[in-house]
């Protein structure tokens, strides 16, 4: 069996088709809508959206109590099997029951041994309710995006570099310092001609738009300083 002259089919087999769908297309693809994922709210809308920052794995505090733990549990462990063995329990063990015996409870030891529990349990208690992370600002989470598989932080010192390029980027500021903090962002510039007052318009108009595109859960109060530069 040959084929026709000019043709490029192979000589058995079906004819290959010029375009193969690859995947069927859902209902609605083609819309506006389903193109790209919407931005997030405003910052004066809804900002509990994504706001939480992701929890810190506490690596060390967790490492530094189950070594005490370990410890602690290890030493009185083969202390008892020694006693249930039939030897004497260890002198240090005596020592400790002797002491707490009888010590008052109003004793300096007894107080102080207390007040270092309490603050190392207050502190175990702080790290497992609260989420850490500080240097991290939360970003708003796209609208259509589920919120618990998609959340981005923002490192502080990143939002200061970029909020401090774009108040170089202002006429007349020769220097930029800014600092980042969780609700206020503080930023000094030096001028070096131009009228200061213009400036620090025109660098807090900057600085907002700049805080703006970073799309933050909670944007800081900007506070904005221009001062004309000492020659």
Do not use: N
């Amino acid at each position: 069996m040959t084929s026709a002259p000019g043709s490029s089919t192979p000589a058995s087999g079906p004819p290959w088709p010029d375009k193969v769908a690859l995947a069927k297309e859902p209902a609605g693809a083609g819309s506006p809508e389903h193109d790209v994922p919407r931005a997030g709210p405003a910052p004066g809308g809804d900002r509990r959206r994504g706001s939480h920052r992701p929890w810190a794995s506490r690596r060390v505090p967790a490492a530094l109590v189950a070594l005490v733990i370990l410890a602690a549990a290890g030493a009185v462990l083969c202390d008892v099997i020694a006693v249930r063995a039939g030897r004497p329990a260890a002198a240090w063990r005596r020592h400790l029951a002797d002491e707490l015996a009888s010590r008052p409870v109003d004793d300096v030891w007894m107080l102080t041994g207390a007040a270092i529990a309490a603050v190392l349990g207050l502190w175990l208690i702080v790290l497992a309710l609260t989420p850490g992370l500080r240097r991290r600002l939360p970003l708003r989470t796209p609208a259509g995006w589920p919120r618990p598989r998609l959340r981005a932080t923002l490192d502080r010192d990143g939002a200061a570099c970029l909020l401090r390029d774009a108040a170089l980027r202002v006429p007349g500021v020769s220097r930029a310092r800014v600092r980042v903090r969780r609700h206020r962002i503080k930023a000094r510039a030096d001028v070096r001609f131009r009228d200061p007052s213009q400036v620090q318009d025109d660098l807090t108009a900057a600085l907002q738009e700049e805080r703006d595109r970073l799309a933050l859960c909670r944007p800081p109060r900007l506070v904005v300083r221009a001062r004309r530069r000492a020659t």
